[in-house]
């Protein structure tokens, strides 16, 4: 069995016996996200508290 149906057979397996669809596809979602930004910062692609500072003072001007 893949690794992403593995994944997904154990987020679905560890939800309360009542979860709705919605509920059950939110917590799926919930880890591709968590998955997809632990990716990107272990290649590089992040940015710094300073450069996000940078950013929020742009755009209050």
Known sequence: MSLAKE?????IGR?????TYEEILRELAYAQMI???L???A?????SDA???QRIESWRK
């Open 7 to 11: 994944t997904m057979i154990d987020i």
């Open 15 to 19: 939800q309360p016996e009542d979860s």
């Open 35 to 37: 998955q997809r930004g």
């Open 39 to 41: 990716q990107d910062s």
């Open 43 to 47: 290649a590089g692609k992040t940015v």
């Open 51 to 53: 450069e996000i500072k």
